[in-house]
Every structure is written in C-alpha cells, then in structure tokens.
C-alpha cells in the first residue's frame, strides 16, 4: 500500500524485526562495504534541492556507491551526475524517509 493511503487510513507501516531480516549474502556488497567510501561531489544547485525538498532530513556526506541509499547523515548515490530514473529513484526514497518523520 502507498504511504500517503496508509496515512489516510492509519495504517501502521510493519517492518521486520532485524532479527528476522534476511542476511545480505551477496559477495560484491559485502566487499563494498568493508572498503571506505569515496566522497562525491554534488552540483550545488542538486545539494540545495534536496535540503530544500526534506529539511527534516539531515544529509551531512554525500558518498559514491553502487546504489541508491539513504543511512543517518549519509546519501549514497552512483555518480554526480543523475539520470532522470536516478532521480526518481532519490526522490521515492526520500518520500519513504519523509514518511517516516
């Protein structure tokens, strides 16, 4: 269900226990994560919509990696430059986080 109708409704959004979450497995990840992450930088006008569209998200470091994420203080994005599936994808996980608040 789409959060905006949960909201609507006052479903609560159920998510798994991280006991019960399933283990990421993949191998590339794993290398990934244990290597430091490269700092990215971001077009001044991209930075300040994004702080624009969600103040309520405190983005501090913006990092390069293999996908999309939003963790704590940290976005992690593929490259500097976006596609527009790219930026759609950044502004879907944005709204989940928005949601969330």
Known sequence: MH???AAIFGIENLELNQHYR???TDPTL???QSTPAE???LSKQLLSDIRL???SLTINHVLKGPDIQLTDDKLTLPT???SASDKRA???LMSTHLDKF
């Open 3 to 5: 959060p905006h109708y």
């Open 22 to 24: 399933p283990k990421n």
């Open 30 to 32: 794993a290398v990934s």
């Open 39 to 41: 700092s990215l930088a």
């Open 53 to 55: 569209s969600a103040p």
């Open 80 to 82: 500097s430059q976006l």
């Open 90 to 92: 950044l502004w879907a």
